[in-house]
């Protein structure tokens, strides 16, 4: 547009151009509001026949201030008269809502002479508000029919106004809805991820995708740092990298100032952008926006994005990024804060209650004081219970084993460790007297036949003859008295009443077994006892009959056995490479569920201790044991 009103406002003298085109352009027109006016006063003035124009508006204080002149006036030249009239007719017009029409008088018109010109105010609406302001024509004439006339036009002509206005807010309502779109499509990217990396990582590369940006990323405040947790198109990188401490650093500047630091600044900028700057030379030249993200009011995190240096983001689209930090950013800290470890959100819990408790500052240093001081006030007064604990092995006092009466095989077997047993009615197992009953009938045969020798030397009258076959028989007989008894013994039953805890035997069926050979061991369940093993740095303070304590099974470790210290070999032993002295207990009950051979933890009560001697107990006898103290 020219400096002298615009394209439209020339081409109104070309007399080649219909009033109906020059409002149709001016109807069209999306430029600046400026040029605009200017317009619209050079096709009012050409449509009333008006000389010259100008738009005014209240200003602060009730002062009169002018939007647009036409002609624009020489620079350096002093106000028309015409202008300061109407600005001081303006309050008037304004007050009153109705057009108004002045008589302009010339200095050299006589006294009582009709003025040649008048002055046309209209006033100038905005919807319901009222009047905002009015618009000022000169019309070179006298003649009212003609003045009315242009005064109509003006009024008809000063809609256009409204028109433009209108088509501006609705540009600006499609360029919020453009803005919203491109923030709602980055938040549905970024709350498709269930994990903070992966949301971190979608808002990066969603953002340098939407914006075209060459790098984004995104920090958490951590203490009094920010630290790097996500880039744009980068999956790993690490905090010892020249360009990841400048963008923490920059970070960092935006965070501490809480503001929007955006390089290359404007002038008459009221923030510090140093560290931007620095990040700009370094890895650059770019330009560079850091927006601090805001949970109930506090600054948490800082997107930075950087783009070339002739590409510079525009105030809209960093209002379009705004809105989309301040849509994303309640998901992305949710998301760090769930995904640390249990101990960090317990602490981080654990402060902020503090801090309201203790107030706003220095709070770990109060916390960490008081809890110092109730440490040691603790440790210093208060007494718990000194326990040894030991290991231990539960076993029987009554054990007895059940070995093969003599040679032969396994018939069957009828339990397995474990198994309850009644002592002479429960039957173990059965050993095979097949070939024991062949050989009792060859006996008793053989007998037979040495009984009838043994008649018939006596008939015969063959005494000596007699007396060898009835010793033969003899033998013979001692033999079946063996057989039978092995054949008697042949049916193993349990001496004692108990639990079998060895002879898993089933699973040798017709195994040959030898005289004397320990089939099965049956402890007995009534007299089980545990043996512990003491450390030598505690065993000096465990004392016989006198002291208790508790015992808990790897099964049941839920359940305690009270016993009584019973015995204390005096000779250590050496166990995993420790010396360990064997203590043997007496179990003041049992339950139905212990078998010997289960392990546990046994815990000796010695007597009550003052904390602060049971924590450092082990540590000052090492130390005295270094040292010679």
């Known amino acids: ?62 002062r009169i201030e002018a939007l647009a002149v ?39 018109e006589l006294y009582g002479q009709p003025a040649r010109r008048n002055l046309v105010m209209i006033p100038i609406r905005a919807g319901g508000e009222g009047v905002r302001g009015l618009a000022a024509f000169v019309i070179e004439t006298a003649d009212k029919t003609a003045v009315e006339a242009g005064r109509e036009r003006l009024e008809l002509t000063i809609s256009l106004l409204s028109l433009y206005e209108a088509r501006l807010t609705l540009q600006r309502r499609r360029a919020d809805l453009a803005r919203l779109r491109i923030a709602t499509e980055v938040l549905v990217a970024v709350n498709e991820q269930d994990r903070f990396t992966g949301a971190a990582m979608a808002f990066c590369n969603e953002t340098s995708s939407r914006w075209r940006c060459e790098r984004v990323s995104l920090g958490f405040l951590k203490g009094r740092y920010v630290r790097l947790k996500a880039t744009s198109h980068t999956e790993k990188f690490s905090r010892k990298m020249k360009i990841v401490q400048d963008i923490e650093s920059a970070m960092e500047e935006c965070l501490d100032q809480d503001v929007e630091v955006i390089y290359p600044s404007a002038s008459g900028a009221e923030y510090v952008s140093r560290a931007a700057g620095e990040l700009s030379k370094r890895h650059g030249p770019t330009a560079s926006v850091s927006l601090p993200l805001r949970k109930a009011g506090e600054p948490i995190a800082v997107l930075t994005v950087e783009r070339p240096a002739d590409d510079a983001m525009a105030t ?24 640390r470890w249990f101990g960090a959100k317990a602490a981080a819990g654990a402060r902020k209650g503090l801090a309201t408790l203790l107030g706003p500052k220095h709070t770990w240093m109060k916390v960490a004081a008081i809890l110092i001081f109730a440490a040691a006030a603790f440790l210093i007064f208060a007494k718990g219970d000194y326990r040894a ?15 093969a009466p003599f040679e032969g095989f396994l018939k069957s077997v009828s339990v397995v460790p474990g198994d309850k047993v009644i002592a002479g009615e429960t039957v173990l197992a059965w050993l095979d007297t097949s070939e024991l009953r062949l050989q009792l009938a060859a006996a008793k045969a053989e007998r037979l036949a040495y009984q009838k020798r043994v008649a018939a030397a006596m008939r015969d009258g ?42 898993d035997l089933k699973r040798r069926p017709n195994a040959p077994v030898k005289t004397g050979d320990v089939l099965f061991e049956v402890a007995s369940l009534g007299s089980l006892r545990a043996e512990l093993s003491v450390p030598e740095d505690e065993i000096a303070e465990v004392r016989e009959g006198d002291q208790y304590g508790e015992l808990a099974t790897a099964s049941y470790p839920d359940r305690r056995i009270r ?15 420790r010396n360990v002295f064997k203590v043997r207990v007496r179990l003041l ?41």
Request: aromatic share 6%; hydrophobic share 40%; proline share 6%.
């Open 316 to 339: 809209e689209e960093v209002e379009s990024l705004r809105l989309a930090c301040e849509l994303c950013t309640p998901h992305v800290a949710n998301l760090y804060e769930q995904d």
């Open 563 to 577: 016993f009584v210290v019973e015995r204390i070999n005096p000779v250590a032993e050496v166990i995993d490479q």
């Open 389 to 403: 604990d030991a290991p231990f092995v539960l076993e029987a006092t009554q054990q007895q084993v059940v070995p």
């Open 589 to 629: 009950e049992t339950r139905p569920w212990m078998r010997p051979g289960m392990e546990g933890v046994a815990k000796i009560h010695i007597g009550r201790r003052r904390y602060a001697w049971l924590w450092s107990r082990k540590l000052v006898n090492w130390v005295r044991m270094k040292l010679w103290i």
């Open 1 to 62: 547009m020219a400096a002298d009103g615009s394209q439209i406002g020339r081409q109104q003298f070309d007399g080649n151009v219909s009033a109906t085109e020059l409002i149709d352009r001016l109807m069209q027109f999306d430029g600046p509001v400026g040029e605009f006016f200017v317009n619209l006063l050079a096709v009012q003035c050409r449509l009333a026949d008006a000389t010259c124009g100008a738009i005014l508006r209240s200003g602060s204080g009730g």
């Open 70 to 108: 036409y002609p624009p006036p020489a620079d350096g030249s002093n106000e028309p008269v015409w202008l300061a009239q109407a600005a001081e007719s303006a309050g008037q017009v304004i007050s009153s809502g109705a057009t108004a029409v002045k008589p302009l008088h010339g200095p050299e």
């Open 462 to 503: 063959k005494t000596a003859e007699a007396q060898v076959a009835r010793a033969e028989a003899d033998k013979v007989t001692a033999q079946i008295r063996l057989l039978v008894h092995h054949i008697s013994k042949a049916e193993l039953v349990s001496p004692i009443s108990g639990c079998v805890v060895t002879g």
